[in-house]
Antibody, heavy 121, light 107 residues
Framework: EVQLVESGGALVQPGRSLRLSCAAS????????MHWVRQAPGKGLEWISS????????HYADSMRDRVTISRDNANNSLYLEMSSLRPEDTAFYYC??????????????WGPGILVTVSS | DIQMTQSPPYVSASVGDTVTITCRAT??????LAWYQQKPGKAPRLLIY???TLYDEVPSRFSGSGSGTDFTLTIRSLRPEDFGKYYC?????????FGGGTTVDMK
């Protein structure tokens, strides 16, 4: 059974940094591109970042481009999102997702339950 | 960047109804379009990809159509478990983007 489980969510002050993790299981992790999608409470979905299976290519949304780094550890079936200079508008549920297709441009067939990041003083 | 616009934002429907949701892209995306269903407090669930291909175990009352800039999600014979929010997503170009969502609630 495919499982994605996020961790690392927290209440943080504006300007601080945070690292989210996603533990993957039930599939061959390095066969898939992985992605982060977020959703502010009561709002819509926003794609944040993608990383290819071999980490050679990474893409970022403009809203977080200079403040976020996506990475993965295929040996440990893990995905990460390093966020810095956090703002109140970054408050959201952050979802770890698996890309369905072979390429990086894809939709998302498995989602973690999401982890809440709250940015507030 | 490609913007995705869904309409209507809200649909009130009854069990057994047919519901149609549209999604429009600001530029052509061929059939690189997916649909998701989201229930309150849950992660989204992939329903349809490549505009019209039903994902695994998705009931056949769901169907998708369209290409280029205009797409449709149709739910026939609406069931109680179909109430929720629906999103489209383009997978043609980075940045990937979602529509604003359509809430299907009970009349």
């Amino acid at each position: 059974e495919v499982q994605l489980v996020e961790s690392g969510g927290a209440l943080v002050q504006p300007g601080r940094s945070l690292r989210l993790s996603c533990a993957a299981s039930g599939f061959t992790f390095d066969d898939y591109g992985m992605h982060w999608v977020r959703q502010a409470p009561g709002k819509g979905l926003e794609w944040i970042s993608s990383v290819s299976w071999n980490s050679l290519t990474r893409h970022y949304a403009d809203s977080m481009r200079d403040r976020v780094t996506i990475s993965r550890d295929n040996a440990n079936n893990s995905l990460y999102l390093e966020m810095s200079s956090l703002r109140p508008e970054d408050t959201a549920f952050y979802y770890c997702t698996r890309g369905r297709g072979l390429g990086e441009l894809t939709d998302f067939d498995y989602w973690g339950p999401g982890i809440l990041v709250t940015v507030s003083s | 960047d490609i913007q995705m616009t869904q309409s209507p934002p809200y649909v009130s429907a009854s069990v057994g109804d047919t519901v149609t949701i549209t999604c429009r892209a600001t530029q052509g995306i061929s059939t690189w379009l997916a649909w998701y269903q989201q229930k309150p407090g849950k992660a989204p669930r992939l329903l349809i990809y490549a505009a019209s291909t039903l994902y695994d175990e998705v009931p056949s009352r769901f169907s998708g159509s369209g290409s280029g800039t205009d797409f449709t999600l149709t739910i026939r014979s609406l069931r109680p478990e179909d109430f929720g929010k629906y999103y489209c997503q383009q997978a043609d170009t980075f940045p990937l983007s979602f529509g604003g969502g359509t809430t299907v609630d009970m009349k």
